[in-house]
């Protein structure tokens, strides 16, 4: 294998597992719309108890994201995580609320009582999908920092720290970027659709069912306009490339031309799209509720090809809006090659990985979740 | 060089210090009860697989539900301390990411996934799934915890000992040359079995004292009978091979972090036949040397001599803290020229000879960020105190457990000479001296104790992580990185806010947290 393969695979990985991570965002999607989804306690605790049997997913998922992206490409994790310093903090923040409010909730001695913890839930569901869809956004608008590997050595350097942020926001600026809105927003309403899309797979409870279907409408709608017109963007702007000399450079449709090199990718993203298209009218118009599979697994296939479309192709996937040399490629941010090989062997465990959770999956939800076992449940959140 | 690393702000090193310090302590609160708790609901639900008796699966039920309590903590608190390693120590990502991201993302893929997903099957699948996956589920719930404390902990221990890795002067970074080195050095394996097994003292601990609070309600008898014979079997074995693993952990401390260990014994002046203090005034003769060495004569280092140089047992010149800050300074200023001189595309030999310098003298780079050699030594109180809090308190827990054990446990004349020595104390009433029955077995005393034992198990195991971790300071990875070019250039009021935005979120839960277990406690299972 050589070094450029694995720096391609391992970005792959780190997709793949971005994707998987945009996908269980389905938890933080259905938690943002508990109250208007369900009216009474007893409609909200079924809610959450739903997607509490999932959560674990989700958070493992973004942790396992982190660290994959630590050991294949440190640079990002320096650099964005000690750079984005207020917007990752957010969104950590959000998650540990979320960690603790479906034990707590509605457990004898939850002196916060219940609506605390559900509005935790609530709060997570809209942050979390729309400042990690912000997050993602950058990948392609790019942040405003500088790397200069010297300062660790260099006496006469303003900071000994390699990379930082380039104004004092810390993240937060990347708010203020109209298209990161776009995206974040547009995650925001496909995490609420897939969360609509995957109770109504998994709850059986008819007023829940009818006020579900209405709220798919909407969210759906928002979110294909909101995602249709970020795509057309992303084609349309200029794109982060390097050369093989390592100098980057401004190239104008560069996302437009991977999207065409890369066929096969452009390719699996429609796929994906017709797939979670597809799932979304499927329940809309036939109510079928069997829409999260083909939407979900249509959500992986969008979401890995368009990742790439950031960072494969000598393209620059965590631009610099301040300095352009300092963008991060795969080439100049990744571990070293033993790293990224031994790294290799361990990826090699994802599909058994992959395979259990299906059965454990499957296995949990033989049956629709509903109040009765729920009152019946000593576990029940 | 006086210039270098002025523009860090002091603040902001020492927020950052503190937010991982609270971040890392909260979560040393919820993950050894988690690893205690995980072997012995697992033993209790093996108990109901083989009896298939309601007791047995009742009794594994409510241990679950304390286990589901508290693991949601552990998981909400370690999920920060991932990710400050990039947000508050982003030098160090860099600068050692190749390295230890690896142990990180290795954790992700293999423990965390078996512990997320067979925790939801543990808690929602009593009527889903066969007794038989279900009880599967239970230990690989354990297995998963454990697996993703072998890896953290192995990226701990690398940081006490980096091992399996060489520099490369052209991505300015340490790579690893050997993942076996890393996942395998004798420090993280000390560090596994001595972390592990002293989590198990906690759970037992735990588990005992809930019981024997049953007790002195007269509740829930069998149960808290049965949970006590279990809970002291696992705390007994895991009181003594904390000892044992810890007596060979401070042995490999001796030799890799010679500093920590003189801070520990507040020792300034070392020598052959060092005594283990006690404390101050009181020590036992030879001890700190046997501790150390494994002989009663061996050479123990102290902080004036680790500060002034000395020479080893092995006749091996150790340099002073000058002469390492000097090479130290010579290792960054030979790596400077060399990436000039690269830069400038200078000749072969002019680049060999840089790196020829860099390489003599990289194993003191760390020391050339060093300004004042008394930034060298780690807080003496605190490293001297908290030892001596651990290793106190697992005494104690050896007594404790062996003590509990022998009464509960109707062992053939031994119980019975026991419950006489105490019964002439008058810490047994004279009726139970010869025979009780096992509801009786434990005297309320004893039961009081219990409960008393559980602030003092956490205290045992939050100081032997404050032990660890500010035995290594100023070093964030030792003697190659200190926390003063380590940290993220971040104004010090940002991690000053997030700090304390941690410190209430985390302090509300767990008051909410114990007060739930409390209430789950009074309760009680649902026989």
């Keep these: 294998m050589t070094y450029t393969f694995l720096q391609h695979y391992w970005c792959f990985i780190v997709s793949l597992l971005g994707a998987l991570l945009v996908f269980l965002l389905f938890v933080q999607g259905a938690n943002s719309i508990i109250f208007s989804l369900g009216e009474t306690a007893q409609e909200r605790r079924l809610l959450i108890n739903s997607t509490g049997r999932k959560w674990e997913f989700t958070f493992t998922t973004l942790v396992t994201f982190g660290g994959a992206f630590f050991a294949s490409y440190p640079l990002f994790y320096s650099t964005s995580f000690g750079g984005a310093y207020w917007l990752w903090m957010l969104i950590l923040f959000s998650f540990v609320l979320q960690a603790v409010s479906y034990e707590f909730q509605n457990k004898l001695g939850n002196f916060l009582g219940a609506t605390t913890f559900q509005c935790f839930l609530v709060f997570n569901g809209i942050v979390g999908p729309l400042l990690l869809g912000g997050a993602v956004a950058t990948f392609f608008e790019g942040s405003n920092f500088i790397v200069e590997k010297n300062n660790l050595i260099d006496i006469y350097a303003l900071t000994p720290v390699i990379s930082r942020w380039a104004n004092a926001s810390h993240g937060l600026d990347a708010l203020l970027n109209p298209w990161v809105l776009v995206l974040g927003l547009a995650v925001l309403f496909l995490a609420r659709t897939l969360g609509l899309l995957y109770l109504r797979n998994n709850v059986a409870d008819e007023a829940i069912l009818q006020r579900s279907h209405k709220h798919l409408m909407i969210n759906a709608g928002i979110f294909v306009l909101l995602f249709v017109v970020y795509l057309v963007h992303l084609l349309t702007k200029d794109g982060y490339a390097w050369d093989d000399s390592g100098l980057i450079f401004i190239e104008p449709y560069k996302y437009l031309h991977n999207a065409i090199d890369m066929w096969y990718l452009t390719i699996v993203l429609l796929i994906g799209v017709v797939l979670v298209l597809w799932g979304i009218a499927s329940d809309l118009f036939r109510d079928c509720k069997c829409g999260i599979w083909f939407a979900g697994i249509g959500t992986v296939l969008t979401v890995t090809p368009l990742l790439l479309l950031s960072a494969w192709n000598h393209t620059a996937y965590y631009p610099s809006t301040a300095d352009l040399q300092s963008s991060l490629t795969l080439e100049n941010s990744c571990s070293s090659y033993f790293t990224l090989n031994t790294m290799f062997f361990v990826s090699l465990l994802v599909p058994f990985v992959l395979a259990y959770i299906v059965y454990a999956w499957r296995k949990i939800d033989s049956k629709k979740i509903d109040q009765a076992e729920i009152a019946n449940d000593s576990h029940a959140y | ?527």
Aim: proline content about 4%; charged content about 15%; hydrophobic content about 50%.
């Design chain 2, 1 to 527: 060089m006086t210039n270098l690393l002025l523009s860090i702000d002091a603040g902001t090193i020492d927020w950052s210090r503190a937010q991982f310090a609270l971040t890392a302590i909260y979560h040393w609160l919820f993950v050894p009860l988690t690893l205690g708790l995980a072997v012995i609901m697992g033993i209790a639900e093996t108990l109901y697989y083989k009896k298939r008796t309601d007791f047995w699966k009742k009794t594994a039920q409510f241990w679950q539900r304390l286990f589901g309590v508290n693991f949601a903590m552990g998981v909400a608190t370690g999920i920060i301390l991932e990710f400050e390693f990039g947000t508050n120590w982003s030098n160090y990502s860099w600068f050692v990411g190749d390295i230890f991201g690896a142990p990180l993302a290795v954790e992700g893929i293999v423990a965390f996934f078996m512990e997320s997903t067979f925790v939801a099957v543990m808690f929602f699948g009593w009527k889903k799934v066969s007794a038989g996956f279900h009880l599967t589920s239970t230990w690989l719930t354990g297995l998963g915890a454990t697996i993703s404390a072998w890896w953290i902990l192995v990226a701990n221990a690398w940081m006490q000992y980096p091992v399996g890795c060489t520099f490369n002067p052209d991505t300015m970074r340490n790579e690893m040359t050997s993942f076996f080195d890393v996942a395998l050095s004798p420090f993280a394996i000390d560090k596994f079995f001595h972390t592990v097994i002293s989590s198990w003292i906690i759970g037992a601990v735990f588990v005992i004292a809930v019981s024997c609070w049953y007790l002195l309600q007269k509740r829930h008898i069998c149960l808290a009978v049965q949970s006590i014979k279990i809970a002291v079997v696992v705390g007994l074995f895991a009181a003594l091979g904390a000892g044992a693993t810890g007596h060979k952990s401070g042995q490999t401390i001796a030799k890799v972090q010679p500093m920590k260990l003189a801070a520990m014994e507040a020792l300034y002046e070392g020598g052959n036949e060092m005594g283990l203090k006690i404390v101050e005034g009181i020590e036992i003769p030879y001890g700190l040397s046997l501790m150390a060495t494994n002989t009663l004569d061996g050479y123990v280092p102290g902080i004036d001599n680790l500060l002034n140089g000395y020479i080893t047992a092995d006749g091996k010149v150790e340099p002073s803290a000058e002469e390492k800050i000097q090479r130290g300074k010579l290792a960054i200023q030979a790596l400077a020229d060399y990436r000039k001189a690269k830069a400038e595309n200078a000749d072969e030999a002019t680049l060999d000879a840089l790196l020829a310098t860099l390489n003599r003298n990289y194993e003191y780079f760390g020391y050339g960020y060093v300004k004042d050699r008394n930034d060298l030594v780690p807080s003496v109180p605190i490293n001297f105190w908290a030892f001596r809090a651990m290793v106190g308190l697992g005494c104690l827990f050896i007594l404790f457990f062996g003590l509990v054990f022998i009464l509960i446990f109707d062992i053939p004349f031994i119980s019975m000479v026991f419950r006489r020595l105490l019964s002439a104390f008058g810490l047994l009433p004279e009726t139970a001296s010869d025979q009780t029955t096992p509801a009786d077995a434990i005297p309320n005393w004893l039961c009081w104790t219990a409960v008393l034992m559980v602030p003092l198990a956490y205290i045992a195991s939050e100081s032997g992580w404050l032990v660890a971790e500010f035995g290594r300071q100023p070093w964030t990875i030792q003697d190659m990185l200190p926390t003063w070019a380590a940290v993220s250039d971040l104004q010090s009021s940002s991690v000053m806010i997030t700090f304390f935005l941690f410190l209430i979120l985390f302090t509300t839960m767990l008051a909410v947290e114990i007060s739930i277990l409390i209430k789950q406690i009074k309760k009680g299972p649902e026989l």
